[in-house]
C-alpha cells in the first residue's frame, strides 16, 4: 500500500507560478505511474500530468507548455512545476499513484486559486 501526502498548494495571481510536491510512503517500490489530477468545483476531476517509472510524460493539453512534471523514482517523490498560471487552474490538485497492477493510491489533496 502506498500513502501520498502533497504540499505547496496556495493562493497565486494569474501570472504567477507553483510547485507542488508530493511524497510517497509506503511500498513505493511497486509504482508505477506517478502525477497529478485537478478537480475544479462543480467539475469532474481529470489528469493533469502523469510520468511513468521509465520516464515517458504526458499533459493534459490545457497545460502544455506551462507546467512540467518531475520525479524521483528512488525517493517516491513527484513535483509539478506550474508556471503562467490562469485563474482556470484553480482546482484541488490531487497526487496519484498507480501499481502495475492497477492499484491506484490518492492523496488529500491541495488546493490551488489563481486569482485575476
Known amino acids: 500500500q502506498v500513502q501520498l501526502v502533497e504540499s505547496g498548494g496556495g493562493l497565486v495571481q494569474a501570472g504567477g507560478s507553483l510547485t507542488l510536491s508530493c511524497a510517497a510512503s509506503?511500498?513505493?517500490?511497486?509504482?508505477?505511474?506517478m502525477g497529478w489530477y485537478r478537480q475544479a468545483p462543480g467539475k469532474q476531476r481529470h489528469s493533469v500530468a502523469i510520468?511513468?517509472?521509465?520516464?515517458?510524460?504526458n499533459y493534459a493539453d490545457s497545460v502544455k507548455g506551462r507546467f512540467t512534471i518531475s520525479r524521483d523514482n528512488a525517493k517516491g517523490t513527484v513535483s509539478l512545476q506550474m508556471n503562467s498560471l490562469k485563474p482556470e487552474d484553480t482546482a484541488v490538485y490531487y497526487c496519484?499513484?498507480?501499481?502495475?497492477?492497477?492499484?491506484?493510491?490518492w492523496g488529500q489533496g491541495t488546493q490551488v486559486t489563481v486569482s485575476s
Open positions: 509506503g511500498r513505493i517500490a511497486s509504482i508505477n505511474a
Open positions: 510520468t511513468t517509472s521509465g520516464g515517458r510524460k
Open positions: 496519484y499513484a498507480i501499481s502495475p497492477f492497477g492499484v491506484e493510491s
